[in-house]
Protein backbone atom coordinates (compact mmCIF):
# COMPACT_ATOMS: atom_id res chain seq x y z
CA UNK A 1 0.00 0.00 0.00
CA UNK A 2 1.22 3.33 -1.11
CA UNK A 3 2.44 5.84 1.70
CA UNK A 4 -0.17 8.61 2.85
CA UNK A 5 0.52 11.59 1.43
CA UNK A 6 2.38 14.18 3.25
CA UNK A 7 0.06 17.44 3.51
CA UNK A 8 1.68 20.18 1.02
CA UNK A 9 2.14 23.93 1.84
CA UNK A 10 1.04 25.74 -0.97
CA UNK A 11 4.69 27.54 -1.15
CA UNK A 12 6.27 24.24 -1.39
CA UNK A 13 7.28 23.02 -5.00
CA UNK A 14 5.28 20.71 -6.33
CA UNK A 15 6.29 17.42 -8.26
CA UNK A 16 3.36 16.60 -10.13
CA UNK A 17 2.34 12.84 -10.84
CA UNK A 18 2.40 12.24 -14.33
CA UNK A 19 -1.49 11.58 -14.20
CA UNK A 20 -3.40 13.64 -11.90
CA UNK A 21 -1.21 16.08 -11.67
CA UNK A 22 -1.07 16.31 -7.89
CA UNK A 23 2.05 16.25 -5.47
CA UNK A 24 3.61 12.75 -6.07
CA UNK A 25 7.39 12.51 -5.19
CA UNK A 26 7.09 9.16 -5.97
CA UNK A 27 6.45 7.51 -9.00
CA UNK A 28 3.44 5.13 -7.44
CA UNK A 29 1.39 8.28 -7.06
CA UNK A 30 -0.35 8.05 -3.87
CA UNK A 31 -3.70 9.93 -5.00
CA UNK A 32 -4.43 8.08 -8.72
CA UNK A 33 -2.46 4.42 -8.63
CA UNK A 34 -5.30 2.62 -6.83
CA UNK A 35 -8.49 4.52 -9.01
CA UNK A 36 -10.97 2.93 -9.97
CA UNK A 37 -11.64 0.30 -12.99
CA UNK A 38 -14.31 1.67 -14.91
CA UNK A 39 -12.19 5.26 -14.56
CA UNK A 40 -12.09 7.73 -17.69
CA UNK A 41 -8.51 8.69 -16.69
CA UNK A 42 -6.17 6.31 -18.26
CA UNK A 43 -2.17 6.38 -19.20
CA UNK A 44 -1.32 10.22 -20.14
CA UNK A 45 -0.88 10.56 -23.89
CA UNK A 46 2.78 11.87 -25.10
CA UNK A 47 1.60 11.10 -29.24
CA UNK A 48 1.39 14.82 -30.93
CA UNK A 49 -1.45 13.58 -32.72
CA UNK A 50 -3.18 11.93 -30.53
CA UNK A 51 -3.17 14.76 -28.03
CA UNK A 52 -4.37 17.65 -30.34
CA UNK A 53 -7.35 14.74 -30.54
CA UNK A 54 -7.83 14.84 -27.08
CA UNK A 55 -7.52 19.06 -27.16
CA UNK A 56 -10.66 18.49 -29.88
CA UNK A 57 -12.66 16.19 -28.12
CA UNK A 58 -12.54 17.70 -24.42
CA UNK A 59 -15.49 20.33 -24.89
CA UNK A 60 -17.79 17.33 -25.77
CA UNK A 61 -16.05 14.98 -23.20
CA UNK A 62 -17.09 17.78 -20.84
CA UNK A 63 -20.17 18.21 -21.39
CA UNK A 64 -21.44 14.13 -21.95
CA UNK A 65 -19.92 13.95 -18.43
CA UNK A 66 -21.92 16.53 -17.07
CA UNK A 67 -25.12 15.11 -18.70
CA UNK A 68 -24.17 11.32 -17.67
CA UNK A 69 -22.72 11.76 -13.84
CA UNK A 70 -25.13 12.11 -11.22
CA UNK A 71 -25.14 14.30 -8.62
CA UNK A 72 -23.19 17.47 -10.15
CA UNK A 73 -25.88 19.29 -12.16
CA UNK A 74 -27.31 20.64 -9.53
CA UNK A 75 -23.65 22.58 -8.65
CA UNK A 76 -24.80 24.65 -11.51
CA UNK A 77 -28.22 25.82 -10.71
CA UNK A 78 -27.21 28.60 -8.11
CA UNK A 79 -24.91 30.59 -10.66
CA UNK A 80 -27.71 30.57 -13.22
CA UNK A 81 -30.38 31.44 -10.69
CA UNK A 82 -27.70 34.26 -9.14
CA UNK A 83 -27.18 35.79 -12.19
CA UNK A 84 -31.12 35.93 -13.27
CA UNK A 85 -31.72 37.44 -10.13
CA UNK A 86 -28.44 39.50 -10.58
CA UNK A 87 -30.04 40.75 -13.94
CA UNK A 88 -33.67 40.65 -12.92
CA UNK A 89 -32.69 43.21 -10.15
CA UNK A 90 -30.67 45.55 -12.10
CA UNK A 91 -34.70 45.16 -14.94
CA UNK A 92 -36.64 46.64 -12.06
CA UNK A 93 -33.80 49.34 -10.90
CA UNK A 94 -32.98 50.98 -13.89
CA UNK A 95 -36.79 50.97 -15.34
CA UNK A 96 -37.57 52.78 -11.92
CA UNK A 97 -35.08 55.31 -12.73
CA UNK A 98 -36.85 56.08 -16.17
CA UNK A 99 -39.74 55.81 -14.68
CA UNK A 100 -38.69 58.79 -12.49
CA UNK A 101 -37.60 60.63 -15.33
CA UNK A 102 -40.84 60.06 -17.57
CA UNK A 103 -42.49 61.30 -14.27
CA UNK A 104 -40.05 64.19 -14.24
CA UNK A 105 -41.47 65.52 -17.79
CA UNK A 106 -44.19 67.89 -17.51
CA UNK A 107 -46.36 65.81 -19.82
CA UNK A 108 -49.81 66.89 -18.19
CA UNK A 109 -49.49 70.60 -19.59
CA UNK A 110 -51.40 71.48 -22.53
CA UNK A 111 -50.58 75.08 -22.54
CA UNK A 112 -46.13 74.58 -22.47
CA UNK A 113 -47.12 73.35 -26.15
CA UNK A 114 -45.65 75.26 -28.96
CA UNK A 115 -47.50 74.72 -31.66
CA UNK A 116 -49.78 76.85 -33.98
CA UNK A 117 -53.79 76.79 -33.79
CA UNK A 118 -55.68 74.68 -35.32
CA UNK A 119 -56.41 70.55 -35.73
CA UNK A 120 -52.76 69.36 -34.71
CA UNK A 121 -52.88 71.41 -31.43
CA UNK A 122 -56.17 70.71 -30.64
CA UNK A 123 -55.52 66.65 -30.60
CA UNK A 124 -52.04 66.81 -29.00
CA UNK A 125 -54.40 69.03 -26.29
CA UNK A 126 -56.52 65.84 -26.02
CA UNK A 127 -53.89 63.88 -25.74
CA UNK A 128 -52.55 65.26 -23.14
CA UNK A 129 -55.81 66.11 -21.24
CA UNK A 130 -57.19 62.61 -21.52
CA UNK A 131 -53.70 61.22 -20.13
CA UNK A 132 -53.25 59.18 -23.46
CA UNK A 133 -49.85 61.06 -24.54
CA UNK A 134 -48.59 59.69 -21.09
CA UNK A 135 -49.61 56.25 -21.68
CA UNK A 136 -47.75 56.07 -24.93
CA UNK A 137 -45.09 57.84 -23.19
CA UNK A 138 -44.61 55.09 -20.67
CA UNK A 139 -45.53 52.34 -23.07
CA UNK A 140 -42.49 53.10 -25.65
CA UNK A 141 -40.70 53.80 -23.16
CA UNK A 142 -41.00 50.72 -21.69
CA UNK A 143 -40.49 48.68 -25.00
CA UNK A 144 -37.70 51.19 -25.93
CA UNK A 145 -35.77 50.19 -22.63
CA UNK A 146 -37.08 46.44 -23.23
CA UNK A 147 -35.15 46.06 -26.26
CA UNK A 148 -31.61 47.80 -25.30
CA UNK A 149 -31.65 46.03 -22.34
CA UNK A 150 -32.58 42.38 -23.63
CA UNK A 151 -29.36 43.23 -26.45
CA UNK A 152 -26.96 43.76 -23.24
CA UNK A 153 -28.23 41.13 -21.47
CA UNK A 154 -27.70 39.09 -24.80
CA UNK A 155 -24.15 39.41 -24.36
CA UNK A 156 -23.26 40.86 -21.24
CA UNK A 157 -25.16 37.69 -19.39
CA UNK A 158 -22.32 35.08 -19.47
CA UNK A 159 -19.92 37.66 -17.80
CA UNK A 160 -21.93 37.72 -14.97
CA UNK A 161 -22.15 33.93 -15.39
CA UNK A 162 -18.62 33.52 -15.68
CA UNK A 163 -17.77 35.08 -12.60
CA UNK A 164 -20.16 33.88 -10.54
CA UNK A 165 -19.79 29.92 -11.47
CA UNK A 166 -16.43 29.32 -10.58
CA UNK A 167 -16.62 28.37 -6.45
CA UNK A 168 -19.52 26.00 -8.07
CA UNK A 169 -17.07 24.67 -10.90
CA UNK A 170 -14.45 24.14 -8.51
CA UNK A 171 -16.86 21.54 -6.23
CA UNK A 172 -17.96 20.04 -9.80
CA UNK A 173 -14.02 19.18 -10.21
CA UNK A 174 -13.99 17.71 -6.51
CA UNK A 175 -16.79 15.60 -7.02
CA UNK A 176 -15.55 14.01 -10.56
CA UNK A 177 -11.69 13.19 -9.18
CA UNK A 178 -13.55 11.91 -5.94
CA UNK A 179 -15.06 9.45 -9.00
CA UNK A 180 -11.99 9.26 -11.06
CA UNK A 181 -9.68 8.52 -7.95
CA UNK A 182 -11.41 7.07 -5.72
CA UNK A 183 -11.02 10.23 -3.47
CA UNK A 184 -10.55 14.03 -4.06
CA UNK A 185 -6.72 14.33 -3.86
CA UNK A 186 -6.90 18.05 -2.96
CA UNK A 187 -8.93 16.91 0.70
CA UNK A 188 -6.60 14.50 1.30
CA UNK A 189 -3.28 16.95 0.69
CA UNK A 190 -4.55 20.28 2.18
CA UNK A 191 -7.82 19.97 4.28
CA UNK A 192 -7.09 19.91 7.34
CA UNK A 193 -8.57 16.96 8.78
CA UNK A 194 -9.07 17.54 12.79
CA UNK A 195 -13.14 17.54 11.90
CA UNK A 196 -14.73 15.40 9.31
CA UNK A 197 -16.25 16.64 6.76
CA UNK A 198 -19.96 16.08 7.89
CA UNK A 199 -19.22 17.59 11.29
CA UNK A 200 -17.99 20.62 9.52
CA UNK A 201 -20.99 21.12 7.53
CA UNK A 202 -23.18 20.40 10.06
CA UNK A 203 -21.63 22.91 12.26
CA UNK A 204 -21.67 25.31 9.12
CA UNK A 205 -25.70 25.46 8.35
CA UNK A 206 -26.74 25.46 11.97
CA UNK A 207 -24.28 28.66 12.43
CA UNK A 208 -25.67 29.90 9.44
CA UNK A 209 -29.27 28.61 10.52
CA UNK A 210 -28.87 30.83 13.26
CA UNK A 211 -27.78 34.11 11.78
CA UNK A 212 -30.61 33.61 9.39
CA UNK A 213 -32.85 33.92 12.68
CA UNK A 214 -30.90 36.61 14.58
CA UNK A 215 -31.70 38.18 10.64
CA UNK A 216 -35.52 37.98 10.49
CA UNK A 217 -36.13 37.98 14.51
CA UNK A 218 -33.94 41.64 15.38
CA UNK A 219 -35.69 44.58 14.90
CA UNK A 220 -33.69 47.31 14.15
CA UNK A 221 -33.61 49.30 11.19
CA UNK A 222 -30.27 49.23 10.21
CA UNK A 223 -30.79 46.39 7.20
CA UNK A 224 -26.70 46.35 6.57
CA UNK A 225 -26.53 45.42 10.55
CA UNK A 226 -29.34 43.01 10.23
CA UNK A 227 -26.94 41.07 7.19
CA UNK A 228 -23.66 41.03 9.15
CA UNK A 229 -25.66 39.16 11.96
CA UNK A 230 -25.76 36.71 9.86
CA UNK A 231 -22.19 35.32 9.68
CA UNK A 232 -21.78 36.21 13.44
CA UNK A 233 -22.21 33.04 15.06
CA UNK A 234 -20.23 31.18 12.25
CA UNK A 235 -16.91 33.79 13.06
CA UNK A 236 -17.30 33.38 16.83
CA UNK A 237 -17.51 29.61 16.40
CA UNK A 238 -14.72 29.77 14.17
CA UNK A 239 -13.03 31.65 17.20
CA UNK A 240 -13.88 29.44 19.91
CA UNK A 241 -13.54 25.94 18.08
CA UNK A 242 -10.11 25.91 16.57
CA UNK A 243 -10.19 23.00 14.53
CA UNK A 244 -13.15 24.25 12.82
CA UNK A 245 -11.34 27.98 12.64
CA UNK A 246 -9.17 26.37 10.51
CA UNK A 247 -11.21 24.15 8.14
CA UNK A 248 -12.70 27.40 7.76
CA UNK A 249 -9.97 29.77 6.91
CA UNK A 250 -8.98 26.74 4.41
CA UNK A 251 -12.25 26.76 2.52
CA UNK A 252 -12.62 31.11 2.45
CA UNK A 253 -8.77 31.06 0.82
CA UNK A 254 -9.70 28.01 -1.26
CA UNK A 255 -12.80 29.44 -2.27
CA UNK A 256 -11.43 33.11 -2.64
CA UNK A 257 -8.70 31.68 -5.34
CA UNK A 258 -11.47 30.19 -7.14
CA UNK A 259 -13.38 33.63 -7.13
CA UNK A 260 -10.64 34.96 -8.24
CA UNK A 261 -10.31 32.78 -11.45
CA UNK A 262 -14.03 33.33 -12.80
CA UNK A 263 -13.35 36.69 -11.98
CA UNK A 264 -10.21 36.83 -14.45
CA UNK A 265 -12.25 34.69 -17.15
CA UNK A 266 -15.30 37.33 -16.86
CA UNK A 267 -12.92 40.24 -17.47
CA UNK A 268 -11.41 38.54 -20.26
CA UNK A 269 -14.50 38.10 -21.88
CA UNK A 270 -15.80 41.49 -21.33
CA UNK A 271 -13.02 42.67 -23.04
CA UNK A 272 -12.75 40.65 -25.59
CA UNK A 273 -16.77 41.56 -26.41
CA UNK A 274 -16.09 45.59 -26.55
CA UNK A 275 -13.15 45.34 -28.64
CA UNK A 276 -13.85 42.39 -30.95
CA UNK A 277 -17.51 43.39 -31.75
CA UNK A 278 -16.28 45.21 -34.66
CA UNK A 279 -15.66 42.01 -36.11
CA UNK A 280 -19.44 40.79 -36.43
CA UNK A 281 -19.61 43.37 -39.46
CA UNK A 282 -17.29 41.14 -41.61
CA UNK A 283 -19.37 38.94 -43.83
CA UNK A 284 -19.44 35.24 -43.32
CA UNK A 285 -16.66 34.82 -40.92
CA UNK A 286 -16.85 37.94 -38.51
CA UNK A 287 -18.61 35.91 -36.19
CA UNK A 288 -16.41 32.70 -36.02
CA UNK A 289 -13.51 35.01 -36.19
CA UNK A 290 -15.54 36.79 -32.58
CA UNK A 291 -16.20 33.31 -31.16
CA UNK A 292 -12.87 31.79 -31.52
CA UNK A 293 -11.14 35.51 -30.53
CA UNK A 294 -13.60 36.13 -26.97
CA UNK A 295 -14.35 32.28 -26.61
CA UNK A 296 -10.94 31.39 -26.36
CA UNK A 297 -8.85 32.75 -23.40
CA UNK A 298 -11.95 32.36 -21.56
CA UNK A 299 -11.65 28.55 -21.67
CA UNK A 300 -7.86 28.81 -20.91
CA UNK A 301 -8.15 30.99 -18.34
CA UNK A 302 -10.87 28.06 -16.60
CA UNK A 303 -8.02 25.69 -16.71
CA UNK A 304 -6.48 27.97 -14.20
CA UNK A 305 -9.21 26.20 -11.43
CA UNK A 306 -7.79 22.85 -11.95
CA UNK A 307 -4.53 24.20 -11.96
CA UNK A 308 -4.87 26.02 -8.63
CA UNK A 309 -6.37 22.45 -7.22
CA UNK A 310 -2.82 20.95 -8.06
CA UNK A 311 -1.04 23.78 -6.63
CA UNK A 312 0.83 24.45 -9.81
CA UNK A 313 3.47 26.97 -9.54
CA UNK A 314 3.06 29.76 -12.37
CA UNK A 315 6.12 28.75 -14.22
CA UNK A 316 4.79 25.22 -14.08
CA UNK A 317 1.52 26.20 -15.43
CA UNK A 318 3.38 27.57 -18.69
CA UNK A 319 5.47 24.99 -18.83
CA UNK A 320 2.19 22.69 -19.21
CA UNK A 321 0.65 25.13 -21.73
CA UNK A 322 4.01 24.87 -23.80
CA UNK A 323 4.49 21.78 -23.54
CA UNK A 324 1.50 21.21 -24.60
CA UNK A 325 0.19 24.29 -27.11
CA UNK A 326 -1.40 22.73 -29.93
CA UNK A 327 -3.87 20.28 -27.79
CA UNK A 328 -4.47 23.56 -26.20
CA UNK A 329 -5.00 25.62 -29.04
CA UNK A 330 -7.48 22.79 -30.23
CA UNK A 331 -9.23 23.24 -27.11
CA UNK A 332 -9.75 26.68 -26.58
CA UNK A 333 -10.43 27.22 -30.39
CA UNK A 334 -13.68 24.36 -29.98
CA UNK A 335 -14.80 26.36 -26.89
CA UNK A 336 -14.68 29.37 -28.96
CA UNK A 337 -17.01 28.40 -31.64
CA UNK A 338 -19.45 27.26 -28.91
CA UNK A 339 -18.89 30.86 -27.55
CA UNK A 340 -20.80 32.51 -30.44
CA UNK A 341 -24.35 31.44 -29.09
CA UNK A 342 -24.74 34.78 -27.23
CA UNK A 343 -26.54 32.84 -23.08
CA UNK A 344 -26.89 29.42 -24.20
CA UNK A 345 -23.40 28.73 -25.83
CA UNK A 346 -21.54 30.55 -22.46
CA UNK A 347 -23.99 28.71 -20.34
CA UNK A 348 -23.03 25.14 -22.14
CA UNK A 349 -19.47 26.07 -23.08
CA UNK A 350 -18.43 27.26 -19.12
CA UNK A 351 -19.30 24.09 -17.17
CA UNK A 352 -18.27 22.21 -20.11
CA UNK A 353 -15.01 23.58 -20.80
CA UNK A 354 -14.63 23.27 -16.77
CA UNK A 355 -14.62 19.59 -16.87
CA UNK A 356 -13.40 18.92 -20.35
CA UNK A 357 -10.01 21.02 -19.31
CA UNK A 358 -9.95 19.07 -16.07
CA UNK A 359 -10.16 15.80 -18.42
CA UNK A 360 -7.41 17.42 -20.40
CA UNK A 361 -5.43 17.74 -18.43
CA UNK A 362 -5.36 14.44 -16.60
CA UNK A 363 -4.81 12.66 -20.44
CA UNK A 364 -2.20 15.10 -21.55
CA UNK A 365 1.89 14.25 -20.85
CA UNK A 366 3.14 16.08 -18.08
CA UNK A 367 6.71 14.13 -17.56
CA UNK A 368 8.39 17.50 -17.93
CA UNK A 369 7.01 18.80 -15.03
CA UNK A 370 8.73 16.07 -12.87
CA UNK A 371 12.47 16.80 -11.92
CA UNK A 372 14.72 13.89 -13.92
CA UNK A 373 15.96 11.32 -11.70
CA UNK A 374 19.63 10.91 -11.82
CA UNK A 375 19.79 7.68 -14.25
CA UNK A 376 21.70 5.37 -11.45
CA UNK A 377 19.14 6.07 -9.06
CA UNK A 378 16.34 4.63 -7.84
CA UNK A 379 13.52 6.81 -7.11
Not at 221 to 248: D, E, N, Q, V
Request: glycine content about 8%; hydrophobic content about 50%.
Amino acid sequence: MSPAPARTHPTMHIIPCDTCGYDSPLDDCPHCSARPGDSPIGSPESNLGKRIGLGLSALPKGFALLLTTGGVKRFLVPPVLLTSLAFAFLFFHAWGLIQQVLDAANLNNPSALDLEEGWIRDAAAWLIETGTAVVAGYTAGFFTFLVLFALLSFYTFSILYEALAGPFLDQIQGRFEKRWFGKDPRDTIQRPDELSVTRCAVITTSQLFLGALIFFLWETPSTWLKLLAIPLPLLLTALLHRSFGRWLIWVVRTEAGTVWVSIKAALLAGLALVLLSPLHFIPVVGSFLFGFLAGFPTAITLLDIPFSRRQWSTAQRIAFIRNNFLPVTAFGAICGLLFIIPILGPLVMVPSASVGGLWLICRLDKTSLRPKAPANTTR
